[in-house]
């Protein structure tokens, strides 16, 4: 039984990077809405027929170079982009500065502009896994073009492809043939991939199909409250430069602090004859600044205290007038309730051990009860038995 995810959570599918050798080159529509969708992405010519009707979110589908670059840069950019090897959102995805300005970048603006855009493209990231093929896995991981290479190599079955792990870039380069950088590091991301996935990562996987399987809704759509307060809460929230000027003017404030203390403590210990209050005037102001601080660090901790208590009644697993949810797992048939949580478990076994010994005691008294009585002059079925079997038959 698939599990059903609540309708006011926004769900995004992923495109698996095993779709793109077949890609269609339709172009997109330059207005795309969200009801046309299934119109406006490419379709897919080696995919399943339950994919067939799947929407995929175009974030998620890798675009041509010449696509992702805004026109006042594709000028200057877009062939040093696909002579590297970046031809598409595929291969930039995870480039960093150095490897931009590898490849030709210098502009300081230009190095910043695409250093935003390339942090907004996901990640397409292999799974843990031992292909059937190598062309498959070649498909899979946007390198088809290099399949004859590989089987010049003699590389050809998946036993064959054991030799990967043990190549180097410069081994890449001489003997695979392939010399853009954009393509040897998917390739090298690709052979860190090459092997059996562990419980927990097939755990991931499959929790993954499932996500690819649910329909879309949108938060802004079906939850318009919902969708208004996480947007007042993101606008309301420090951005990164706000907080890093909060910690230096807040730093500069404990500099200061602490350099009028130390000339307060330093003026005041010479001046034996003043007294505040009747009592040393250091003593005074010790007390106060530091009551001052212990009030403070209480007030705030209590905040946080009903913060943190708000937060985790926020997040618990039931509603009111609804069924609790208990935590459950990956593993488990269909219908079938796994639980995780030792108190539930332990909970569950004493509950069926008791229920096993009331039902013990049930037919116990039972069977009692259904005992026949000798003063009754009700004959023994035993004894009935034996005389059957001793009356011959006429």
């Known amino acids: ?9 926004e769900v995004q599918t992923y495109a698996t990077p095993a779709r793109l050798s077949s890609i269609q080159e339709d172009p997109p529509s330059p207005t795309p809405t969200r009801d046309h969708q299934a119109d406006i992405f490419p379709s897919y010519d080696e995919q399943s027929a339950d994919d067939t009707d799947s929407e995929v979110s175009p974030e998620y589908v890798p675009i041509p170079v010449e696509e992702w670059l805004p026109p006042e840069l594709q000028g200057p950019y877009v062939e040093l982009f696909k002579r590297n090897g970046f031809d598409s959102t595929l291969f930039i995805a995870g480039m960093t500065e150095t490897e931009l300005k ?53 590389i050809r079955v998946p036993k064959e492809m054991e030799i990967l792990k043990s190549l180097s870039r410069k081994d890449i380069e001489r003997e695979l043939g392939i010399a853009k950088d954009g393509h040897i590091k998917r390739l090298m991301y690709a052979i860190t991939k090459l092997r059996d996935p562990t419980e927990r990562q097939q755990k991931a996987m499959r929790m993954r199909q499932v996500l690819d399987d649910v329909s879309i809704h949108y938060l802004e759509e079906t939850n318009v409250e919902e969708h208004s307060f996480w947007e007042k809460l993101l606008e309301g929230a420090s951005s990164t430069e706000k907080l890093a000027e909060l910690r230096n003017n807040w730093l500069v404030i404990l500099g ?20 505040v209050l009747g ?9 106060f600044v530091f009551g001052l601080l212990f009030i403070i660090q209480f007030l705030t ?26 935590t459950w797992s990956f593993k488990g048939g269909s219908g079938q309730k796994v639980l995780e949580d030792s108190a539930d478990i332990l909970a569950l076994q004493q509950t069926a051990i008791g229920r096993r010994k009331s039902d013990a005691r049930l ?25 059957n079997e001793s009356t011959p038959l006429i």
């Open 102 to 154: 590898r490849i030709g970048v210098t502009s300081r603006g230009h190095l910043h502009y695409l250093q935003a855009k390339i942090g907004q493209i996901p990640a397409f990231e292999i799974e843990y896994k031992v292909p059937v093929s190598v062309n498959e896995w070649l498909a899979e991981i946007g390198l088809s073009m290099y399949g004859e290479n590989f089987r010049r190599n003699q």
């Open 363 to 387: 037919r116990g008294r039972k069977r009692k009860s259904r005992q026949p009585s000798p003063a009754l002059g009700v004959v023994d079925e035993r004894a009935d038995e034996q005389a």
């Open 301 to 326: 901790m209590l905040v946080h205290r009903l913060t943190t208590v708000s937060h985790y009644l926020a997040r618990a697993p039931y509603r009111c007038g609804r069924p609790m949810k208990t």
């Open 1 to 9: 039984m698939r599990p059903k995810l609540p309708h006011d959570i």
């Open 256 to 275: 200061v602090s602490n350099t009028i203390w130390l000339i307060l403590i330093s003026t005041v210990a010479s001046k034996s004859e003043l007294t």
């Open 279 to 287: 009592a040393n005037p250091l003593g005074v102001s010790f007390l």
